[in-house]
């Protein structure tokens, strides 16, 4: 259910920042929007997909992985900001990093969408901080969308003939199975394949 206050009463604010209900509130231009707690199976898929992520590409590329850290519209912190599942930084992005809170786009951010959420909603922002690709795992079933940003633009990548849907930013490969996991693996490195509950 939606639903839309013109203000919110304090009391219910203290509350949310007393019991910590307030740890996925998001800032849309000034706007609160209050999300709830992902359930466990989305918690548990991006544990995985964040450790993957940290074992393989972030180790071999001095990268950094990150989960649910504030993303701001440069200089609108706390006014303006999304709170992606995990995001990729490069080196090159480093600077970005204020640690409470990112001050500009990732490299890639990655949304796990579960039913009624608004990872959609949130790909015209991404694009607008210049994240070059945001993935989009689907909770229930695992399969992946890899939007790649071109002229301020996403577009869906393609998967290849057996299915594989590259990341550029990663080096990877993923794929959904056909019993809702994911398998993802760096590209050319078979030995790095894993099946992601």
């Known amino acids: 259910m939606k639903a839309v206050m013109a203000n919110v009463p304090e009391h219910i604010l203290e509350w949310r920042r007393r019991t910590g209900a307030d740890q996925w509130d998001e800032m ?3 706007v609160l929007h209050m999300a709830p707690s992902p359930n466990r199976d989305h918690q548990d898929f991006e544990l995985s997909l964040a450790m993957w992520l940290r074992l393989h590409w ?3 590329t001095s990268g950094r992985v990150y989960t649910r ?3 701001a519209e440069p200089g609108t912190w706390p006014d ?21 809170y990112f001050n500009g786009g990732p490299d890639a951010v990655i949304e796990i969408y579960s039913p009624g959420d608004e990872t959609y909603e949130k790909l015209d ?4 901080l210049n994240v070059r690709e945001v993935w989009v795992c689907d909770r229930d079933t695992k399969r992946p969308t890899i939007f790649m ?16 849907i590259r990341s550029n930013v990663a080096n990877c490969e993923l794929r959904a199975t056909a019993d809702g996991e994911l ?15």
């Open 28 to 30: 849309w231009e000034g």
């Open 58 to 60: 972030a180790k071999a």
């Open 69 to 71: 850290i504030n993303v």
């Open 80 to 100: 303006n900001y999304r709170i992606p599942d995990i995001v990729l930084l490069t080196p090159n992005r480093f600077a970005i990093d204020h640690n409470e």
């Open 125 to 128: 922002f991404y694009a607008k």
């Open 149 to 164: 940003l071109t002229m301020g633009k996403y577009q869906v990548v393609e998967a290849d003939d057996e299915g594989w």
């Open 183 to 197: 398998k993802i693996r760096l590209s050319g490195r078979g030995e790095t394949q894993a099946r992601l509950p």
